[in-house]
């Protein structure tokens, strides 16, 4: 049965790549969480950071901001992303995290829930350490798009980068967090940009030394037409069922309201800070 582990993990960040030359979300998850929640105070944790982008992010806006990886060669990255912004970075198993109950008003994380085959443990986890009136923000590859195909392909191949993963529908998310003591709020989707097609022709290109632009801009206002159709789409009521990923906020099931207070994370493992 093909997994998803740490050696997985550890040669995608060691491969010699700059970190800017690595898609990342394109500041979907802080966007999400700035229309969501003020940060400013709150104690936010990031599961799976990798480089922990969007925690120096939080960081900068006046989060308590802690992220956490198993991998030390994310965390080496990580390191250097997060300079200079306070944020604390943490070695240590999402499935046993190191932080004491109730201690975050945010937990998040995106790519990370689809490459485990049994993540209730992982949700279980997020949501001991919630604050009651706290969120969680689960950000996953949606089902229904071309990306799911290309993966499913590679995974049989062999070939796939992180060795195995899954994907969800919006319906199939909220049920997993339903599940696992979490009420569903809020969902959103977003769609690929640049597109699937350019992505694959880029790392093939790279793969030969040739290096094409993250984001190119041919035509600018075709560029920007086409930016304001899939922003509407986005925020349509069909964004959820038809981007590339899809990404829900959920508060623990026992709590009325979303997401206010907290406190200052306590850490069970101080030796485990970096």
């Known amino acids: 049965m093909r997994t998803s582990d740490r050696g997985h993990w550890d040669r995608f960040?060691?491969?010699?790549?700059?970190?800017?030359?690595i898609y990342d979300n394109a500041g979907r998850i802080t966007g999400e969480v700035a229309r969501t929640m003020d940060v400013g105070g709150r104690t936010c944790l990031e599961v799976g950071a990798a480089t922990a982008r969007d925690t120096a992010s939080l960081a900068r806006a006046g989060a308590f901001a802690v992220a956490l990886d198993y991998s030390p060669a994310a965390l080496a990255i990580a390191r250097a992303e997060c300079s200079g912004t306070?944020?604390?970075l943490v070695c240590g198993d999402?499935?046993?995290?190191?932080?004491?109950?109730?201690?975050?008003?945010?937990?998040?994380?995106q790519g990370v829930l689809e490459?485990?085959?049994?993540?209730?443990?992982?949700?279980?986890?997020?949501?001991r350490v919630l604050a009651d009136d706290g969120l969680v923000l689960v950000d996953v590859p949606q089902t229904v798009h071309?990306?799911?195909?290309?993966?499913?392909?590679l995974i049989v191949l062999g070939a796939w980068f992180a060795g195995w993963e899954t994907q969800y529908t919006r319906r199939s998310l909220e049920a997993l967090l339903a599940a696992?003591?979490?009420?569903?709020?809020?969902?959103?989707?977003?769609?690929?940009?640049?597109?699937?097609a350019y992505r694959i022709l880029r790392e093939a290109l790279f793969r030969v030394g040739?290096?094409?632009?993250?984001h190119p801009v041919l035509i600018p206002p075709v560029h920007r037409l086409r930016a304001r159709i899939r922003g509407a789409v986005e925020g349509s009521p069909l964004g959820p069922s038809l981007g590339y990923v899809v990404g829900v906020f959920a508060g623990k099931a026992e709590a009325p309201s979303a997401?206010?207070?907290g406190g200052e994370a306590g850490f069970k493992n101080q030796g485990a800070v970096r």
């Open 210 to 214: 040739v290096r094409l632009p993250l």
């Open 13 to 21: 960040w060691t491969r010699g790549r700059k970190t800017r030359e």
């Open 86 to 88: 306070g944020a604390v």
């Open 180 to 196: 696992n003591g979490l009420e569903p709020r809020r969902a959103y989707g977003r769609f690929m940009s640049p597109s699937l």
């Open 146 to 153: 071309p990306y799911t195909i290309l993966k499913k392909l």
């Open 94 to 109: 999402a499935f046993r995290l190191p932080f004491r109950d109730g201690c975050f008003d945010l937990v998040f994380h």
């Open 115 to 127: 490459h485990f085959r049994e993540p209730g443990g992982l949700l279980r986890e997020n949501v």
């Open 259 to 261: 997401a206010h207070g």
